[in-house]
């Protein structure tokens, strides 16, 4: 399980869903008051201090994906379910992009302040670039034990 390679990518992929999961991936700071804030994928923290918290989509989103790579890792003997759940899992990631790019538009809009992504924010673009990667590899397993299977 370990020696193929696309368990290595759907392990790096889990590690940047959880990395993403823990940091913050916005910084927010107003014209006006000169605060700042970063956000969360659940809440905006400003100071140590809970400003809003968000309907908690981005972070459903990042939670579900995580439990699903960290459960096609343990699906290597079904590799046709394996690639679907790494297909669901990269429209999953292009989700959580929408939902973020929504919400920090409504952000903006909604205070004058000024938007800042942090590097985190790159990690579920990380993710779905290692999911295709692991996608591939799966895919390349399946055609190699069809070919077998046409020689007996």
Request: proline letters at 3%; glycine letters at 4%.
């Amino acid at each position: 399980m370990i020696q193929r390679i696309q368990t290595l990518y759907l392990l790096a992929a889990f590690a940047c869903c959880i990395g993403c999961l823990c940091m913050p991936i916005a910084h927010f700071m107003s014209s006006e008051s000169m605060e700042t804030a970063d956000m969360y994928n659940l809440w905006l923290v400003s100071e140590g201090q809970h400003l809003f918290y968000f309907c908690p989509v981005m972070m459903g989103i990042l939670v579900i994906t995580s439990a699903f790579v960290f459960m096609d890792i343990w699906f290597y003997k079904h590799r046709a379910l394996q690639m679907r759940l790494a297909t669901f899992c990269m429209i999953l990631l292009v989700a959580w992009y929408i939902a973020y790019g929504i919400i920090c538009y409504m952000l903006t809009t909604s205070m004058p302040a000024t938007w800042r992504p942090h590097w985190t924010a790159a990690l579920p673009a990380a993710a779905l670039i290692l999911l295709y990667l692991a996608f591939r590899g799966i895919l390349k397993d399946e055609m190699l034990v069809r070919s077998l299977d046409r020689l007996r």
